[in-house]
């Protein structure tokens, strides 16, 4: 068995649902998949001594699991006073308007076809619920309304799909772009230097405890994907599926459809440069 220390950004061991920072406690959604890894991460944020919490990422249009999101918050003392979402993808975002039915709260979104209310949320808004401070973290790249948000209370920071708990992200080709992937990767690897964030909350997959080392690692894997490609471009092959047959040969090929998404948007980049 592989220690978890030596894994990139050291991910928690144990059970992934419950509390995870001394302000955030995760639910669990009931989605597991090879892309969603152990279902998608429902994060419950609140100043502990506070009964206003706010909810980011609702996940999934399931009945059962947005009820558990209302009851953990409740069994706590809380009340769920705002619903944020990291992005648009359905495994985040889908339940949103039901929960927001069931909760009575705003939707706040960087889409405004996600929003529930006049409010969006953009670079540089700090978000106070109940004391709590949530900073916006513009991150484009896995898509291009995703978002982070800095709990600098706790020196953590909840990621969406931007930084997976396990594996990497897909940039999500033509709404994802890797020039802005790498560039919000680089945003928080300043989060870790300059503002002391150690602990990443993902949106899938368990907790990180070495922020700084999870991005390197992202940043890594990205530049030698990207080498990767552009060999296997100069090598002959000249098509999305080509390249994926060639690069990701040891790769689940279930995964190759959303590995796809990923070489088109490498590809991209790289025609950008002029680099093929």
Not at 229 to 245: I, K, L
Not at 249 to 271: F, G, I, K, N, T
Request: with cysteine.
């Amino acid at each position: 068995m592989t220690d978890a220390a030596a894994l990139p950004g050291q991910p928690r061991g144990g059970v992934l649902a419950g509390p995870a920072t001394v302000r955030a406690v995760n639910v669990l959604a009931p989605n597991a998949s090879p892309m969603t890894l152990d279902g998608t991460n429902t994060w419950i944020v609140s100043e502990p001594d506070s009964d206003l919490a706010v909810v980011v990422d609702p996940g999934p249009l399931d009945e059962g699991h947005l009820a558990r999101v209302v009851a953990t918050a409740e069994e706590a003392g809380k009340r769920i006073a705002l619903t944020l979402l990291t992005h648009g993808h359905a495994d985040h975002a889908e339940g949103a308007t039901r929960f927001a039915e069931l909760t009575r709260t705003r939707v706040r979104a960087l889409d405004p076809a996600l929003r529930l209310g006049d409010e969006g949320l953009g670079a540089g808004d700090l978000i106070k619920v109940g004391g709590l401070e949530l900073a916006v973290v513009p991150t484009p790249g896995h898509t291009a309304d995703s978002l982070c948000f800095h709990l600098p209370a706790d020196r953590a920071v909840l990621t969406g799909d931007t930084i997976l708990g396990r594996g990497t992200t897909v940039v999500a080709h033509p709404d994802g772009r890797l020039g802005d992937y790498l560039d919000s990767l680089r945003r928080l690897r300043s989060l870790t230097v300059d503002d002391g964030v150690h602990t990443v909350l993902p949106g899938h997959g368990p907790v990180l405890e070495d922020a700084q080392g999870a991005v390197e690692f992202y940043l890594a894997h990205r530049a030698h994907r990207l080498a990767q490609v552009e060999t296997a471009v100069e090598s002959g092959h000249r098509t999305p599926s080509q390249v994926v047959a060639h690069v990701y040969a040891d790769v689940d090929r279930s995964l190759w459809p959303a590995a796809e998404l990923s070489v088109r948007a490498q590809m991209e980049y790289l025609r950008e440069h002029g680099l093929i």
